[in-house]
C-alpha cells in the first residue's frame, strides 16, 4: 500500500491551522475531505469568536440577562466550562472577557481589520453555576460576558479528531495554534514526533513530543509569550488569573501538556500557566496529567526547563 501525505494550512481562529492526512486515498478524496475540516473550522470561528461581531457568542454576551435560544454546539461548550470550573476548583473560569478587555486584548492578532465590536470591559466576572442552560437556550447574568478562548479549540480539535478517526486513513494531525491531535502513524509508518518551541525563540526547538504508535494523543501549549502588549505603560498578556482579575503573576512561559482529550490538554495547560511552576506538578497528576513540558524563569530571569513523562524529551 503506497501512503500519500497530503497537507493544507490557512489562518483561522486567531492562528495558522494545519492539517495533514496520512492515507491511500487519491487526491479527489482527499480534497474533499480537506473541505469538509475546514467547513467545520470556518463555521466554529464565525459562530464562537469573539472577535466577529454578528457570531452566536458575540449576540450571546450582547443580550446577558435574557433567555437565548443556542445552537447544541454551544450547549455543549457551556456545559464543558461548567464542569472545568468545578474540576480545577475554579481555576478555570470563561467569565474573564470583561477582564481581558480591560488589560488591553481587544483586537484579534490576526486580522488588520478594524471592527467594530462591543466594550464589555465595565461588565463584572461571575462563575459558571450561575449560568442557566434548558434543552436549546442560555442565560448568563446581566452584566457579564463570556470568552472561550481557553475551551474552544480543546472543544474543536476533539470533534475534529473524532471526525478524522472515522475516514480511510493511516493517520492524521490536526495543529490549531497550541493545540494538537494526531493520531495512527506519519507516512513513512513512524509514530508522530512533535515539536516543542522555544519561549524566547519560535525558531529553536527545546523538546520533542513522541507519540506512541497508532496512539491518539492530544498536545496543548499555553503561555504567556504570544497573545501580549502594552496598554497605559502596563505590560498585559492574555491569561487572566479568576481571582485578580488581572493577568496572572507567574513565572511559567509556556508548558505543553500531553493527554488523551484535547480539552484536558487545553484547559490544564491555561490553568498551569497561572498557577506557577511551584506546586503543578501535584496540580496536574491529581487529574491524571504525567507528561508535560514547562519552560519557566528563575530569579534571574533565566529560561529553565521541567519535564515529566515517558512522552516528552528535553533536546536543548
Request: with cysteine; aromatic share 10%.
Amino acid at each position: 500500500m503506497v501512503l500519500n501525505n497530503y497537507w493544507q494550512s490557512k489562518i483561522a481562529l486567531g492562528s495558522e491551522v494545519i492539517i495533514n492526512l496520512v492515507s491511500n486515498i487519491d487526491i479527489s478524496e482527499a480534497e474533499r475531505n480537506f473541505e469538509d475540516i475546514w467547513d467545520q473550522i470556518n463555521l466554529f470561528e464565525k459562530r464562537f469568536s469573539r472577535f466577529i461581531y454578528d457570531s452566536e457568542l458575540s449576540s450571546f454576551n450582547r443580550n446577558a440577562g435574557t433567555k437565548q435560544f443556542i445552537s447544541q454546539e454551544f450547549k455543549d461548550i457551556l456545559t464543558s466550562t461548567i464542569d472545568y470550573w468545578r474540576l480545577t476548583n475554579g481555576l478555570y473560569n470563561p467569565f474573564v472577557l470583561p477582564a481581558l478587555q480591560s488589560a488591553g486584548y481587544t483586537k484579534s492578532f490576526v486580522s488588520n481589520k478594524d471592527i467594530i465590536l462591543d466594550d464589555f470591559s465595565n461588565k463584572t466576572m461571575t462563575t459558571p453555576d450561575k449560568i442557566k442552560l434548558g434543552s436549546d437556550w442560555a442565560l448568563i447574568p446581566y452584566g457579564t460576558a463570556i470568552d472561550l478562548g481557553g475551551i474552544g479549540k480543546g472543544y474543536l480539535a476533539n470533534q475534529l479528531g473524532n471526525k478524522l478517526d472515522k475516514l480511510n486513513l493511516e493517520g492524521y494531525s490536526i495543529s490549531l495554534g497550541g493545540d494538537i491531535v494526531v493520531n495512527g502513524s506519519t507516512k513513512e509508518k513512524e509514530p508522530w514526533v512533535i515539536d516543542i518551541l522555544d519561549a524566547n525563540d519560535p525558531l529553536k526547538v527545546i523538546g520533542k513530543v513522541r507519540v506512541p504508535e497508532n496512539m491518539k494523543y492530544c498536545i496543548a501549549t499555553s503561555g504567556i509569550t504570544k497573545r501580549k502588549g502594552v496598554k497605559n505603560g502596563t505590560d498585559w498578556h492574555h491569561i487572566i488569573d479568576p481571582m485578580t482579575q488581572k493577568p496572572a503573576i507567574t513565572d511559567i512561559k509556556n508548558i505543553t501538556i500531553c493527554t488523551e482529550l484535547a480539552l484536558d490538554a487545553d484547559i490544564f495547560a491555561t490553568c498551569s500557566v497561572i498557577f506557577g511552576s511551584n506546586g503543578i506538578g501535584k496540580l496536574l497528576s491529581t487529574h491524571g496529567i504525567s507528561n508535560y513540558l514547562v519552560q519557566y524563569t528563575d530569579n534571574k530571569d533565566e529560561l529553565c526547563l521541567k519535564s515529566s513523562g515517558n512522552f516528552i524529551e528535553i533536546t536543548k
